[in-house]
């Protein structure tokens, strides 16, 4: 199984800020990596797919980079609604396998 | 809209089997691959497996393809995750999801909880 290693685990952060989270997968992954946004007691919401593709509806804030190994995901100017856990995952190889999740909350 | 709505979760005794159902509207479901994740209370997420359009190609998680059968019915644009042999390790919430790779759609979840 490719192992999907997240970073940090927990992050605060203020708003207006810029933060970033990082996804380190086993092996390379081609850039089929997602990601998502969990609010507490709600399902997880699309974000990104292909690496860098943002979803339709979600806010330009938003992007993602990265390839090969190593994702990031990138949120700037923080804003209240954004207080989540975020959650890598890796469809390049079966089974799709999911990072442990970033916990962001406000400073 | 997109509208998947899981059904079938509840408390189960260890050992016993349970049939959850994920009720989809507002897409053309038979067009669509769809799939079941879980995630454990305050815990990670988990991908239990997928199926395609016709039913003829199925994908399990390894550790999981002997105690869970997913099935479709696209007349019924129904999804369903069977089940067996449960144990405290299967406790938690169950999630119905479109699937392209990534998952753009999911239901609200369905919490199954399995204890004596």
């Known amino acids: 199984d490719i192992r999907m290693t997240q970073s940090p685990a927990s992050l605060s952060a203020s708003l207006g800020e810029t933060v970033n989270i990082e996804c380190l997968a086993s092996e390379d992954i081609y850039s089929d990596l997602a990601w998502y946004q969990q609010k507490p007691g709600k399902s997880p919401q699309l974000l990104i797919y292909?690496?860098?593709s943002l979803q339709n509806g979600v806010p330009s804030r938003f992007s993602g980079s990265g390839s090969g190994t190593q994702y990031s995901l990138k949120i700037n100017s923080l804003q209240s609604e954004d207080v989540a856990t975020y959650f890598c995952?890796?469809?390049?190889?079966?089974?799709?396998?999911f990072g442990a999740g970033t916990k962001l909350e406000l400073k | 809209e997109v509208k998947l709505v899981e059904s079938g979760g509840g408390l189960v005794q260890p050992g016993r089997s349970l049939k959850l159902s994920c009720a989809a509207s507002g897409f053309s479901f038979n067009d669509y691959w769809m799939g079941w994740v879980r995630q454990a209370p305050g815990k990670g997420l988990e991908w239990i497996g997928e199926?395609?359009?016709?039913?003829?190609?199925?994908n399990y998680t390894p550790s999981l393809k002997d105690k869970f059968t997913i099935s479709r019915d696209n007349a019924q644009n129904t999804l369903y995750l069977q089940m067996s042999k449960l144990g405290s390790e299967d406790t938690a919430i169950y999630y119905c999801?479109?699937?392209?790779?990534?998952?753009?759609?999911w239901g609200q979840g369905t919490l199954v909880t399995v204890s004596s």
């Open positions: 995952q890796q469809y390049n190889n079966y089974p799709y396998t």
């Open positions: 999801v479109s699937t392209t790779g990534w998952f753009a759609y």
């Open positions: 292909n690496a860098n």
């Open positions: 199926i395609n359009q016709d039913s003829s190609t199925i």
